[in-house]
């Protein structure tokens, strides 16, 4: 994490927010959000996805108000030193809480599906170690990584997604909200879960170059996952029914293995498809690292100097909480109980801030 | 730190590597199931199939078959297909002969049949048969016994469907008579009697009569969903393989078969048809076929809700090239009047197989194969919930009014 | 570090250090005391003695014009054009500016302005300058009665002439390479660029070597803050003998320790002009026929001169071929790896059947069987290179016939594996850079063990380290992975794809040159305009 003159640019924090957002979930959200809203999740999705995109305008709004400084420092100047570290430690206990989640249910992931009985322990620990790496580095390294990375993720979830609607049954779809109003609100929240990864912007916002138009760069990081969680939802309810993903753990998985080009050298998707989602989950990853470390160093006000021994002092807790709990089917309930604190942090405490924030600036102004 | 984070990543690597490669498995070490055959056992408890195909098998094969179990007694014979590598290669030299399947020399696998009451702790019993290890990605087919189908096929579905080796594309067949005895035909073009037999549904776009949607995806599919639906059965004689009509379940038990022309009704209905020929007497000729090559169907299904009282719509839009006459002695041009003609015919003879089929799987099979109430949960979801409990005893005699409708396109290449 | 440096090491340098600071102590304060004499005598024997009473020294004594003034040249005879001497400095003060000393009585201005025919020619007093002249192949001329001489232009070195490019072949390019003479190369140069601003710096490098060095530059386009970082890493460098253009930009750059190429070296003065062109400097050493361009990104690395000499779709569609290359290069034997061994439901059934026909009765496992075959493939190459070109031919019998055929016949190869290397071998060697290229080969290895332990897990998470590892590279400034991963999107153009010439309007940004307008609009030849 080495400071430098290295800007990023609009198109950057396009890409950053995206990949932050497409987070281990994409793994498995469809099934999370069926079992509430039945058929109709992906309006549950589509509307958590309407909700993330108005609170990450309030995160441009806060970010913008303070042009050099990230979160954790505006944080500490809006909220005082005392509700500021309060504030800062909830954000950084979840943000942990979130890292070594995401890294078990990934790990978790790639045992179902690529390594049978290689332990869970070593590929937490070696995929925390390469995440360490890259936050290291920095945030422009971290920028560039995700740049390169995009376009070939993109690729291959509109892929996925295209190549499965032929499989698709439209009938599966319907009724389109018969009676169901109810379920879909409740599915709303959880969905917005999916999009946590939006309150990156305000930790790089200060660390890009920032232009009028750039606000259509951000929000276009959080709509193109929006609308790819939304058409991936769509098409895995349209391939499956509602009932049987309700039975998959891992439905975007399994739904890479039922496409099959026969004939084709490529007949299998799956082997793309297989590196391609460890990289989607590696960015998000890394980027909640970035914060999470972020978070702890403005907290315990650390000299940048000793960065590295909090990045790297980090992978032992991420592997403990991770390694905390053994059964594969409770942890795959942790996220949920963890999301009332990032909705309580997303939806309350972020646009709370923008708001004082705005107050306080044109108090300021006018005196 | 630089020097250390070097060592730490050196180390991690190093020791990974050393300790590591836990799944590491040769390729040729693994064997690869291509087929899975599961007949009930034992095979004749009250002389019930008589004819089949298999005889009991000696007694010192069935030493090896036979397993200890925990509870219950054993169910099934499950019976797998491992290719053998050595003999395809291109410059083998001299077969090994004398493996367990007794077909010696040219043969190209090796098919392990065990009796157990549970897949898994069968699949495990069969490691001790074999210096392989058994591995199920490439897995093709599973082909059902209709005594295994009449039970249930949601009993012994599960094992592969929660096992993260198995694929959802995997083609379901159900035999009439044994099983087994399809996986030991030796297709003459294909090695493996598995791989052959998957490949043949992708004809189903040339012929009405096959039934397209036989993945294990789908049959989950419409188990968790509570539908009916058809499986393609499968017949052998010693060197060939055909799929021939199909079995029809309801919820989840093979309720009985359903003949070639039936099955060319239901894709119809299910709008799945993607290409066949109907053939129907010549209006004009004494002993005249003719015969139309169907290029496209379209159809639609609407539920009619009229007074309370449901019916559904179905309406057949098909569009052909007229392809062939036989024993017509004409060399007249076909005219428009006659072409007239031959499209109400046709018509009618889609509404007739349609029709006949609409009514057997109501009274007799009581299947809603054609999935009426997925459609009417979809389209009228408000009525749906009222009979959705007592949808068993609604369809067997809901009103089903068809129309098919029939344009000739092209007449070949001469007039 | 370097308190962590061997305790023996650094004694020893220090010893090293105390040795030679005496030494050069003793001989700077020599040559930087003294001046020249009016003593011609005097004067030559100093300078034989400094010069170690060489054998090719030569001098020459005579009396101008057939006056008593008596002069004498001095000049290291394998160095210089002595022919040149006689014609130029000789010939006219001894005969033909006879009449010139009608007063018996000359001055030195005179005989500097209108005696000698020599071309180039400087006044010079002090020994450290006439020395180094001398040891370029100058010409002293001294003269009795005055304290200063003339320092005469008179090198001519033996080289080989301008030849074909012999590691960088190009289709349709220039077919001229850079030789071991500096002039040459500037020339070179200089004839394809005719720009008033195109800047040549000339340094000397190297405490005894003294070789010349130039840095050569656009004025008005490279970024200011390259350039001095450039200037003072040159300073910077400390180093006793002569010093290879390989050395230099490993002593330049801030990652000596990168497996990538820091720097690009070339041979080709066309790759060097539009490197200057583009707000890059070069920087040419005497002696050596490889030219640094710095900065260096990877995608410059996969450019080859003839992308400029095709029409940009044809290519667009080479150049991403070799990144599919470099993919290969690096992954292919990884990923079979992975597959074979770990994940063989990924390939498609009727392929997975005959990969285990070939493979049965192969007694290694897949990663020592690639192993061993990468490891034969690299003694092949290098015997290939060492081997003289008249028994070459014996390497590539061995390398087909029994690598090839005898190994898979005799079942410890399977011919898959055959296959897999050979192709990768091949991708590897249409990377144009050859130092590139090295890179993938050497990164094969780690990919490989750690394809065997994670699988496609591991393969990723290569993937993920290696280009971490790159995005963080920079070179003299520059993000190593610019510009695909870039700020200024229209440097996309001449990325993984090739652009149209007419489109490409900017000079890549990523350089921050002073002036960023390649192309003005007027001047573009679109499709619609002839």
Same mark, same amino acid.
């Given at each position: 994490?080495?400071?430098?003159?290295?800007?990023?640019?609009?198109?950057?924090?396009?890409?950053?927010?995206?990949?932050?957002?497409?987070?281990?979930?994409?793994?498995?959200?469809?099934?999370?959000?069926?079992?509430?809203?039945?058929?109709?999740?992906?309006?549950?999705?589509?509307?958590?996805?309407?909700?993330?995109?108005?609170?990450?305008?309030?995160?441009?709004?806060?970010?913008?108000?303070?042009?050099?400084?990230?979160?954790?420092?505006?944080?500490?100047?809006?909220?005082?030193?005392?509700?500021?570290?309060?504030?800062?430690?909830?954000?950084?206990?979840?943000?942990?809480?979130?890292?070594?989640?995401?890294?078990?249910?990934?790990?978790?992931?790639?045992?179902?599906?690529?390594?049978?009985?290689?332990?869970?322990?070593?590929?937490?620990?070696?995929?925390?170690?390469?995440?360490?790496?890259?936050?290291?580095?920095?945030?422009?390294?971290?920028?560039?990584?995700?740049?390169?990375?995009?376009?070939?993720?993109?690729?291959?979830?509109?892929?996925?997604?295209?190549?499965?609607?032929?499989?698709?049954?439209?009938?599966?779809?319907?009724?389109?909200?018969?009676?169901?109003?109810?379920?879909?609100?409740?599915?709303?929240?959880?969905?917005?879960?999916?999009?946590?990864?939006?309150?990156?912007?305000?930790?790089?916002?200060?660390?890009?170059?920032?232009?009028?138009?750039?606000?259509?760069?951000?929000?276009?990081?959080?709509?193109?996952?929006?609308?790819?969680?939304?058409?991936?939802?769509?098409?895995?309810?349209?391939?499956?029914?509602?009932?049987?993903?309700?039975?998959?753990?891992?439905?975007?998985?399994?739904?890479?293995?039922?496409?099959?080009?026969?004939?084709?050298?490529?007949?299998?998707?799956?082997?793309?498809?297989?590196?391609?989602?460890?990289?989607?989950?590696?960015?998000?990853?890394?980027?909640?690292?970035?914060?999470?470390?972020?978070?702890?160093?403005?907290?315990?006000?650390?000299?940048?100097?000793?960065?590295?021994?909090?990045?790297?002092?980090?992978?032992?807790?991420?592997?403990?909480?991770?390694?905390?709990?053994?059964?594969?089917?409770?942890?795959?309930?942790?996220?949920?109980?963890?999301?009332?604190?990032?909705?309580?942090?997303?939806?309350?405490?972020?646009?709370?801030?923008?708001?004082?924030?705005?107050?306080?600036?044109?108090?300021?102004?006018?005196? | 730190?630089?020097?250390?984070?070097?060592?730490?990543?050196?180390?991690?690597?190093?020791?990974?590597?050393?300790?590591?490669?836990?799944?590491?498995?040769?390729?040729?070490?693994?064997?690869?199931?291509?087929?899975?055959?599961?007949?009930?056992?034992?095979?004749?408890?009250?002389?019930?199939?008589?004819?089949?195909?298999?005889?009991?098998?000696?007694?010192?094969?069935?030493?090896?078959?036979?397993?200890?179990?925990?509870?219950?007694?054993?169910?099934?014979?499950?019976?797998?297909?491992?290719?053998?590598?050595?003999?395809?290669?291109?410059?083998?030299?001299?077969?090994?002969?004398?493996?367990?399947?007794?077909?010696?020399?040219?043969?190209?696998?090796?098919?392990?049949?065990?009796?157990?009451?549970?897949?898994?702790?069968?699949?495990?019993?069969?490691?001790?048969?074999?210096?392989?290890?058994?591995?199920?990605?490439?897995?093709?087919?599973?082909?059902?016994?209709?005594?295994?189908?009449?039970?249930?096929?949601?009993?012994?579905?599960?094992?592969?469907?929660?096992?993260?080796?198995?694929?959802?594309?995997?083609?379901?067949?159900?035999?009439?008579?044994?099983?087994?005895?399809?996986?030991?035909?030796?297709?003459?073009?294909?090695?493996?009697?598995?791989?052959?037999?998957?490949?043949?549904?992708?004809?189903?776009?040339?012929?009405?009569?096959?039934?397209?949607?036989?993945?294990?995806?789908?049959?989950?599919?419409?188990?968790?969903?509570?539908?009916?639906?058809?499986?393609?059965?499968?017949?052998?004689?010693?060197?060939?393989?055909?799929?021939?009509?199909?079995?029809?379940?309801?919820?989840?038990?093979?309720?009985?078969?359903?003949?070639?022309?039936?099955?060319?009704?239901?894709?119809?209905?299910?709008?799945?048809?993607?290409?066949?020929?109907?053939?129907?007497?010549?209006?004009?000729?004494?002993?005249?076929?003719?015969?139309?090559?169907?290029?496209?169907?379209?159809?639609?299904?609407?539920?009619?809700?009229?007074?309370?009282?449901?019916?559904?719509?179905?309406?057949?839009?098909?569009?052909?090239?007229?392809?062939?006459?036989?024993?017509?002695?004409?060399?007249?041009?076909?005219?428009?009047?006659?072409?007239?003609?031959?499209?109400?015919?046709?018509?009618?003879?889609?509404?007739?197989?349609?029709?006949?089929?609409?009514?057997?799987?109501?009274?007799?099979?009581?299947?809603?194969?054609?999935?009426?109430?997925?459609?009417?949960?979809?389209?009228?979801?408000?009525?749906?919930?009222?009979?959705?409990?007592?949808?068993?005893?609604?369809?067997?005699?809901?009103?089903?009014?068809?129309?098919?409708?029939?344009?000739?396109?092209?007449?070949?290449?001469?007039? | 570090?370097?308190?962590?440096?061997?305790?023996?090491?650094?004694?020893?340098?220090? $010893?090293?250090? !105390?040795? %030679?600071? +005496?030494? @050069?102590?003793?001989? #700077?304060?020599? *040559?930087?005391?003294?001046? =020249?004499?009016?003593?011609?005598?005097?004067?030559?024997?100093?300078?034989?003695?400094?010069?170690?009473?060489?054998?090719?020294?030569?001098?020459?004594?005579?009396?101008?014009?057939?006056?008593?003034?008596?002069?004498?040249?001095?000049?290291?005879?394998?160095?210089?054009?002595?022919?040149?001497?006689?014609?130029?400095?000789?010939?006219?003060?001894?005969?033909?500016?006879?009449? $010139?000393?009608? !007063?018996? %009585?000359? +001055?030195? @201005?005179?005989?500097? #302005?209108?005696? *000698?025919?020599?071309?180039? =020619?400087?006044?010079?007093?002090?020994?450290?300058?006439?020395?180094?002249?001398?040891?370029?192949?100058?010409?002293?001329?001294?003269?009795?009665?005055?304290?200063?001489?003339?320092?005469?232009?008179?090198?001519?070195?033996?080289?080989?002439?301008?030849?074909?490019?012999?590691?960088?072949?190009?289709?349709?390019?220039?077919?001229?390479?850079?030789?071991?003479?500096?002039?040459?190369?500037?020339?070179?140069?200089?004839?394809?660029?005719?720009?008033?601003?195109?800047?040549?710096?000339?340094?000397?490098?190297?405490?005894?070597?003294?070789?010349?060095?130039?840095?050569?530059?656009?004025?008005?386009?490279?970024?200011?803050?390259?350039?001095?970082?450039?200037?003072?890493?040159?300073?910077?460098?400390?180093?006793?003998?002569?010093?290879?253009?390989?050395?230099?930009?490993?002593?330049?750059?801030?990652?000596?320790?990168?497996?990538?190429?820091?720097?690009?070296?070339?041979?080709?003065?066309?790759?060097?002009?539009?490197?200057?062109?583009?707000?890059?400097?070069?920087?040419?050493?005497?002696?050596?026929?490889?030219?640094?361009?710095?900065?260096?990104?990877?995608?410059?690395?996969?450019?080859?001169?003839?992308?400029?000499?095709?029409?940009?779709?044809?290519?667009?569609?080479?150049?991403?071929?070799?990144?599919?290359?470099?993919?290969?290069?690096?992954?292919?034997?990884?990923?079979?790896?992975?597959?074979?061994?770990?994940?063989?439901?990924?390939?498609?059934?009727?392929?997975?059947?005959?990969?285990?026909?070939?493979?049965?009765?192969?007694?290694?496992?897949?990663?020592?069987?690639?192993?061993?075959?990468?490891?034969?493939?690299?003694?092949?190459?290098?015997?290939?290179?060492?081997?003289?070109?008249?028994?070459?031919?014996?390497?590539?019998?061995?390398?087909?016939?029994?690598?090839?055929?005898?190994?898979?016949?005799?079942?410890?190869?399977?011919?898959?594996?055959?296959?897999?290397?050979?192709?990768?071998?091949?991708?590897?060697?249409?990377?144009?850079?050859?130092?590139?290229?090295?890179?993938?080969?050497?990164?094969?290895?780690?990919?490989?063990?750690?394809?065997?332990?994670?699988?496609?897990?591991?393969?990723?998470?290569?993937?993920?380290?290696?280009?971490?590892?790159?995005?963080?590279?920079?070179?003299?400034?520059?993000?190593?992975?610019?510009?695909?991963?870039?700020?200024?999107?229209?440097?996309?153009?001449?990325?993984?794809?090739?652009?149209?010439?007419?489109?490409?309007?900017?000079?890549?940004?990523?350089?921050?040159?002073?002036?960023?307008?390649?192309?003005?609009?007027?001047?573009?030849?679109?499709?619609?305009?002839?």
């Amino acid at each position: 994490m080495k400071t430098n003159t290295d800007r990023l640019n609009p198109i950057q924090a396009m890409t950053l927010t995206t990949t932050s957002i497409l987070s281990v979930e994409i793994l498995r959200s469809q099934q999370t959000i069926a079992q509430i809203a039945g058929q109709d999740a992906w309006i549950s999705i589509a509307l958590g996805g309407f909700l993330s995109l108005a609170s990450g305008m309030a995160c441009y709004l806060l970010a913008s108000l303070y042009p050099d400084k990230d979160f954790p420092e505006i944080n500490l100047d809006v909220a005082g030193k005392f509700i500021g570290r309060l504030l800062l430690l909830a954000f950084s206990v979840y943000m942990i809480l979130y890292v070594s989640l995401s890294l078990k249910i990934f790990a978790q992931a790639l045992k179902m599906f690529l390594l049978d009985r290689t332990p869970i322990q070593s590929l937490v620990l070696f995929m925390a170690i390469v995440a360490g790496y890259a936050v290291f580095k920095g945030l422009y390294t971290i920028g560039g990584v995700v740049d390169i990375i995009f376009p070939f993720v993109m690729i291959t979830i509109i892929a996925i997604i295209l190549l499965s609607i032929p499989k698709t049954n439209p009938i599966y779809l319907k009724p389109v909200m018969f009676d169901n109003t109810k379920d879909i609100l409740k599915g709303v929240l959880p969905s917005f879960q999916n999009f946590t990864g939006f309150s990156f912007i305000l930790y790089f916002f200060s660390h890009s170059d920032n232009t009028r138009s750039s606000i259509f760069w951000y929000m276009a990081g959080i709509l193109i996952p929006m609308v790819l969680y939304i058409s991936l939802t769509a098409v895995s309810i349209g391939v499956f029914g509602v009932k049987d993903l309700l039975t998959l753990i891992f439905p975007t998985l399994t739904l890479l293995k039922e496409i099959e080009f026969p004939g084709t050298f490529l007949e299998r998707l799956e082997a793309f498809g297989a590196v391609l989602w460890i990289v989607i989950v590696f960015a998000s990853v890394v980027s909640f690292y970035y914060m999470s470390t972020r978070n702890l160093v403005v907290l315990f006000s650390i000299k940048s100097k000793y960065l590295k021994y909090v990045v790297w002092g980090l992978i032992p807790v991420f592997y403990f909480i991770a390694m905390y709990q053994e059964s594969g089917i409770l942890v795959l309930e942790y996220p949920q109980r963890v999301s009332p604190l990032q909705t309580i942090l997303g939806l309350l405490v972020i646009p709370t801030l923008a708001i004082t924030a705005f107050f306080k600036k044109r108090k300021g102004r006018s005196q | 730190m630089k020097r250390k984070l070097l060592s730490i990543l050196i180390f991690f690597v190093i020791a990974s590597v050393l300790s590591g490669c836990w799944d590491r498995k040769e390729i040729e070490t693994r064997g690869f199931v291509l087929g899975i055959a599961i007949d009930k056992y034992p095979p004749t408890p009250q002389a019930e199939e008589k004819g089949a195909p298999g005889e009991t098998p000696p007694k010192e094969e069935e030493k090896l078959e036979e397993m200890e179990v925990h509870t219950g007694k054993d169910q099934y014979a499950m019976t797998v297909q491992i290719p053998i590598a050595k003999k395809t290669g291109v410059s083998s030299t001299g077969g090994s002969g004398g493996t367990s399947d007794g077909r010696g020399e040219g043969a190209n696998s090796w098919e392990i049949t065990q009796i157990g009451n549970s897949f898994m702790s069968m699949n495990r019993e069969m490691q001790s048969r074999t210096d392989l290890s058994l591995y199920y990605e490439h897995l093709q087919v599973i082909i059902l016994s209709d005594r295994i189908a009449r039970e249930g096929i949601e009993n012994v579905i599960d094992f592969f469907v929660r096992d993260p080796e198995m694929r959802r594309v995997v083609k379901v067949f159900i035999s009439e008579g044994q099983a087994k005895s399809i996986l030991d035909v030796t297709p003459k073009i294909q090695d493996y009697s598995s791989v052959y037999l998957n490949k043949i549904p992708m004809n189903a776009t040339k012929n009405s009569r096959m039934i397209s949607k036989t993945d294990l995806g789908e049959v989950i599919k419409s188990i968790h969903a509570g539908l009916d639906f058809v499986l393609p059965k499968v017949i052998a004689t010693v060197d060939e393989i055909k799929t021939s009509g199909g079995a029809a379940f309801k919820n989840g038990r093979m309720v009985g078969w359903v003949s070639e022309l039936e099955v060319e009704a239901i894709k119809f209905i299910q709008n799945d048809y993607s290409g066949g020929v109907i053939s129907i007497p010549s209006p004009e000729h004494e002993g005249g076929i003719v015969v139309m090559e169907v290029t496209s169907a379209q159809t639609k299904v609407k539920p009619v809700i009229q007074n309370n009282e449901l019916s559904f719509d179905i309406n057949i839009a098909v569009k052909g090239n007229y392809a062939e006459n036989i024993n017509m002695h004409t060399h007249a041009k076909l005219s428009q009047e006659l072409i007239n003609k031959l499209e109400k015919g046709y018509g009618k003879e889609i509404e007739r197989i349609c029709k006949q089929t609409v009514s057997k799987m109501q009274e007799e099979y009581g299947a809603d194969v054609f999935r009426f109430g997925q459609i009417l949960a979809a389209n009228e979801p408000a009525y749906w919930r009222k009979i959705e409990g007592k949808w068993d005893s609604v369809y067997p005699i809901v009103g089903v009014n068809i129309k098919a409708d029939v344009s000739i396109r092209l007449l070949g290449i001469v007039q | 570090m370097p308190e962590r440096g061997n305790i023996m090491a650094s004694i020893f340098r220090k $010893l090293l250090n !105390k040795k %030679q600071s +005496n030494a @050069e102590n003793r001989d #700077n304060a020599d *040559i930087e005391k003294l001046q =020249l004499s009016g003593n011609i005598q005097d004067n030559l024997n100093r300078l034989k003695n400094i010069m170690s009473n060489s054998g090719d020294i030569k001098t020459r004594e005579f009396n101008l014009a057939g006056s008593n003034m008596k002069a004498a040249v001095i000049f290291i005879g394998t160095l210089a054009n002595e022919d040149m001497i006689h014609q130029h400095i000789i010939r006219p003060l001894i005969m033909e500016s006879a009449i $010139l000393f009608h !007063k018996n %009585q000359v +001055n030195f @201005e005179e005989i500097k #302005n209108s005696m *000698i025919s020599a071309g180039n =020619l400087k006044e010079a007093a002090a020994f450290d300058d006439i020395v180094l002249g001398i040891m370029s192949g100058d010409t002293l001329l001294t003269i009795q009665g005055f304290a200063k001489g003339l320092l005469i232009e008179s090198k001519e070195y033996q080289g080989r002439t301008v030849g074909e490019p012999s590691l960088e072949p190009s289709v349709k390019g220039p077919q001229e390479a850079f030789v071991e003479i500096l002039k040459i190369n500037i020339g070179l140069i200089r004839r394809r660029f005719r720009d008033p601003n195109l800047c040549i710096d000339m340094h000397r490098i190297g405490r005894r070597a003294k070789a010349d060095l130039a840095i050569v530059f656009v004025k008005g386009i490279v970024d200011e803050n390259l350039l001095s970082n450039i200037k003072r890493k040159l300073d910077t460098i400390d180093i006793d003998g002569s010093a290879t253009t390989i050395q230099l930009g490993q002593m330049m750059t801030e990652r000596p320790n990168s497996v990538l190429p820091m720097y690009q070296t070339t041979e080709r003065p066309d790759k060097v002009v539009s490197a200057i062109s583009e707000g890059r400097v070069a920087i040419l050493l005497d002696g050596a026929p490889n030219t640094i361009i710095a900065p260096v990104t990877l995608p410059m690395l996969m450019q080859s001169p003839d992308d400029y000499f095709e029409g940009w779709f044809g290519a667009t569609i080479i150049r991403l071929s070799r990144y599919v290359a470099l993919f290969i290069s690096a992954l292919f034997p990884a990923l079979y790896i992975a597959i074979t061994s770990f994940h063989p439901g990924m390939l498609p059934s009727n392929l997975t059947l005959s990969i285990v026909r070939t493979r049965s009765g192969v007694p290694f496992p897949v990663i020592i069987e690639a192993l061993l075959m990468e490891f034969v493939l690299e003694l092949l190459l290098e015997a290939g290179i060492r081997l003289p070109r008249v028994v070459g031919q014996t390497v590539s019998i061995v390398g087909g016939l029994v690598i090839g055929q005898s190994a898979v016949q005799a079942g410890i190869v399977s011919p898959i594996m055959v296959i897999i290397i050979s192709v990768t071998a091949l991708s590897s060697f249409s990377i144009p850079s050859y130092s590139l290229g090295l890179v993938t080969r050497i990164a094969r290895v780690p990919f490989m063990i750690l394809a065997s332990a994670f699988g496609a897990f591991g393969v990723s998470m290569g993937l993920l380290i290696s280009l971490i590892y790159l995005v963080s590279l920079k070179s003299f400034g520059v993000s190593y992975m610019k510009p695909i991963s870039t700020d200024h999107p229209s440097d996309w153009k001449d990325s993984t794809i090739r652009a149209p010439l007419w489109s490409m309007k900017k000079r890549p940004q990523m350089l921050h040159p002073q002036d960023i307008i390649r192309l003005k609009r007027r001047n573009r030849s679109g499709p619609n305009e002839n």
